[in-house]
């Protein structure tokens, strides 16, 4: 098996005022909190987005381990729709001491490059800050933070900067190469 060094930049926001959000795009584009813990619509969304950047962590998560986590309070999947497709979505995690992570963002291929990413994420990031507001018993929002790597979308990184996100932490490590799990050959983008 081959090994490859793969990049992991973290990026945070220490206040609100921090975000830098972008225009909503033309057309019919809405997210939506998805308020019932569904495993299937939670692995779902992980693999058509992450299935050809090599998201793998969650391939091996049983219907209980995804049941356990969608319950957890200070979790929250945001998704955004066009026309009533599933665009992509965001995934908040609260921490401890009022920090809240980004811990997925991305969009399906056949949404990429259209103006959704930075509305997704700009709405994600927002609903970050205020998410002790929606979970009574959780710390006011401190910070909010997040990780991307080389294995992700070409435009993640410049994403995550123009809406007001900084460096923080910057680590090479050796990975094994893995097939991207998906989308099946011949999907859009080719």
């Known amino acids: 098996m081959t090994n490859i060094a793969v990049t992991t930049w973290s990026l ?5 005022t921090d975000l830098l959000p972008a225009a909503a795009p033309e057309g019919e584009v809405r997210i939506v909190r998805s308020e ?10 992980y693999t058509a987005v992450g299935g050809d950047i090599h998201w793998t962590d ?8 995804w049941q356990e986590y969608l319950e957890r309070p200070g979790v929250e999947t945001w998704v955004a729709y066009e026309k009533g497709t599933p665009a992509g979505y965001v995934e908040l995690q609260a921490q401890d001491d009022g920090v809240v992570e980004i811990v997925y963002f991305g969009l399906l291929p056949a949404f990429r490059g259209r103006g959704i990413g ?3 994420l700009s ?3 927002a609903r970050a800050w205020d998410l002790a507001d929606r979970w009574p018993g959780l710390a006011t929002t401190k910070r909010v933070w997040l990780h991307t790597c080389s294995k992700d979308g070409r435009y993640a990184m410049d994403n ?7 460096l923080f932490d910057t680590r090479v490590e050796e990975e094994a190469e893995v097939a991207a799990p998906g989308p ?5 983008p080719a």
């Open 12 to 16: 945070e926001q220490t206040a609100p």
């Open 36 to 45: 019932v813990p569904s495993p299937e619509f939670s692995r779902f969304l």
């Open 58 to 65: 969650r391939l091996g998560w049983t219907y209980a381990q």
């Open 118 to 120: 930075g509305h997704l």
């Open 123 to 125: 709405y994600g990031t």
């Open 160 to 166: 995550y900067l123009r809406r007001g996100f900084t």
């Open 184 to 188: 099946w050959p011949g999907a859009y």
